[in-house]
Each structure stands twice: as C-alpha cells, then as structure tokens.
C-alpha cells in the first residue's frame, strides 16, 4: 500500500523557515519523480518545486532563491526547505510521487504566514 505522509507545516513569521518531509513508504522510492504542490483557498493547485529520480530540480519563479527541494533515497523521504517566507506562501501544501502513468498524493500539511 502507498501511503505518503507530509511533516513540518504550522504557523512562521514572514522572513521565517521552514522545513517540510514527506515520507514514503510502499514504493520503489529511487524511480519516483517527487513534487511538492501547494493549494490556497479559492485558488488552484500548484506545482511548487519537483526533484526528479535523477536528482535534477525545477521551481517555480516566485520560490526560486528561497525554496529548495531535496530527497534521500536511503530514507525515502523528500524535503521542501523554505527560507524567507511570505504571507503568499501560505497553503494546504501536498507531495506527490510520480512514475509512468502512477500518481501519489500524500494528504496535505498547512502552512500559515503570518505575523
């Protein structure tokens, strides 16, 4: 069974840190593509950051310089550091593993912005 729990969200000053996990369990960890989305209220969800099986990243421009994904195959667990964060920041964010046609979502981690 494929189960993807999501770690570290809660309430940062803006300018805060913060540092998101997802742990997976129940696939081949090393194949998956790995994204973290997030969705704000009334808003769609967006693809924030994504680290592929081969280790190279992509983001979106309004985290870039701020946000960094990272995974460790040895612990089949991916990270979402966020540094200088702003109140737009705040979202319901989610992981996702990808591989061929398989989509998995973990089941959301809400972080707040706010002073």
């Known amino acids: 069974q494929v189960k993807l729990v999501e770690s570290g969200g809660g309430l940062v000053q803006p300018g805060g840190s913060l540092r998101l996990s997802c742990a997976a369990s129940?696939?081949?960890?090393?194949?998956?593509?790995m994204g973290w989305y997030r969705q704000a209220p009334g808003n769609q969800r967006e693809l924030v950051a994504r680290?592929?099986?081969?280790?190279?990243?992509d983001y979106i421009d309004p985290v870039k310089d701020r946000f960094t994904i990272s995974r460790d195959n040895a612990k089949n667990t991916v990270y979402l550091q966020k540094n200088s964060l702003k109140p737009e920041d705040s979202a319901l964010y989610y992981c996702?593993?990808?591989?061929?046609?398989?989509?998995?979502w973990g089941q959301g981690n809400p972080v707040t912005v706010s002073s």
């Open positions: 996702k593993a990808h591989w061929l046609w398989t989509d998995c």
């Open positions: 129940g696939i081949s960890f090393s194949a998956y593509d």
């Open positions: 680290i592929f099986s081969n280790g190279r990243t």
